[in-house]
C-alpha cells in the first residue's frame, strides 16, 4: 500500500463548479498535509499546508483533513479555466520524509 | 516569500557530455533540498535528498556517481549528470525546504534532453 493514495483523474468540470480533490493515506502518524499545484512543464507550486484536523480556507481554496479517517480534500470554488492543472497531495512523516500522492488532473471548461 | 529557482531552464547536450543544473532559494536558506525527476504524465521520483554540507542520500536505484549532488551553501544545491545519455533525458525538478514552514517549494524544472 502506497503511503498517500490518489484518483488520477482526468477530471474534467465546467467553469463554477466547485471541485472536490481528495487523497487518502495510510499512517495515522502523519501529522502535516500539503497540496500543490502543478501546471504542465513547470515546478509543483505550494498551495496550502495544514497540520491540524478540520478546514483551512484561503480565497477559493479550502482544505480539509480528517484524520480520523485518513482522509484530505482540497475543494475549490467557482473554478476557472485557470485551475487546470495537476494537483498533488503531500504529507510530511519526520524530519525530512515527505510522500506525495501521483496527482489528479484537473480541466476546467470555459 | 518563499522562492526557489532553477538554472538553466532547459538544455540539450550530446550523449557522453555532463551537465549541471543549479537550484537556489532566492529569498530563504534552505538546510534541505530535494532533487525529483519526472517524466511525462507522471508523478515526482525522489532522486535525492541534499543536506548543507553533508553528502546526499540517494534514493534506492539512483546512481550516485551518476548523479552528483552538491549543497556548499544554505541557497545553492546542484546536480550533475555526467555522462548523459539519452535515456537521462527528463524534467528534473529540485525542491528546498523552508525551516519556517517546514514544508518544500519547489523551482521551476529544468528539461535536459541527451541527443
Known amino acids: 500500500q502506497k503511503e498517500v493514495e490518489q484518483d488520477p483523474g482526468p477530471l474534467s468540470v465546467p467553469e463554477g463548479a466547485i471541485v472536490s480533490l481528495n487523497c487518502t493515506y495510510s499512517?495515522?502518524?502523519?501529522?502535516?498535509f500539503m497540496w500543490y499545484r502543478q501546471y504542465s512543464r513547470k515546478g509543483p507550486e505550494l498551495l496550502m499546508y495544514?497540520?491540524?484536523?478540520g478546514n483551512k480556507e484561503d480565497g477559493r481554496f479550502t482544505a480539509q483533513v480528517d484524520k480520523s479517517s485518513k482522509y484530505i480534500s482540497l475543494f475549490i470554488r467557482d473554478s476557472q479555466p485557470s485551475d487546470s492543472a495537476t494537483y498533488l497531495c503531500?504529507?510530511?512523516?519526520?524530519?525530512?520524509?515527505?510522500?506525495f500522492g501521483s496527482g489528479t488532473k484537473l480541466n476546467v471548461k470555459p | 516569500g518563499a522562492v526557489v529557482s532553477q538554472h538553466p531552464s532547459r538544455v540539450i547536450c550530446k550523449s557522453g557530455t555532463s551537465v549541471k543544473i543549479e537550484c537556489r532559494s532566492l529569498?530563504?536558506?534552505?538546510?534541505?533540498m530535494f532533487w525529483y525527476r519526472q517524466f511525462p504524465k507522471q508523478s515526482l521520483m525522489l532522486m535525492a535528498t541534499?543536506?548543507?554540507?553533508?553528502?546526499?542520500?540517494?534514493e534506492q536505484g539512483v546512481e550516485k556517481d551518476k548523479f552528483l549532488i552538491n549543497h556548499a551553501s544554505l541557497t545553492l544545491s546542484t546536480l550533475t549528470v555526467t555522462s548523459a545519455h539519452p535515456e537521462d533525458s527528463s524534467f528534473y525538478i529540485c525542491?528546498?525546504?523552508?525551516?519556517?514552514?517546514?514544508?518544500?517549494?519547489f523551482g521551476p524544472g529544468t528539461r535536459l534532453t541527451v541527443l
Open positions: 529569498d530563504f536558506q534552505a538546510t534541505t
Open positions: 495544514t497540520y491540524s484536523s
Open positions: 541534499s543536506n548543507e554540507g553533508s553528502k546526499a542520500t540517494y
Open positions: 525542491s528546498a525546504k523552508s525551516e519556517v514552514t517546514d514544508t518544500q517549494y
Open positions: 503531500a504529507t510530511k512523516y519526520n524530519f525530512n520524509k515527505f510522500y
Open positions: 499512517n495515522s502518524a502523519f501529522q502535516y
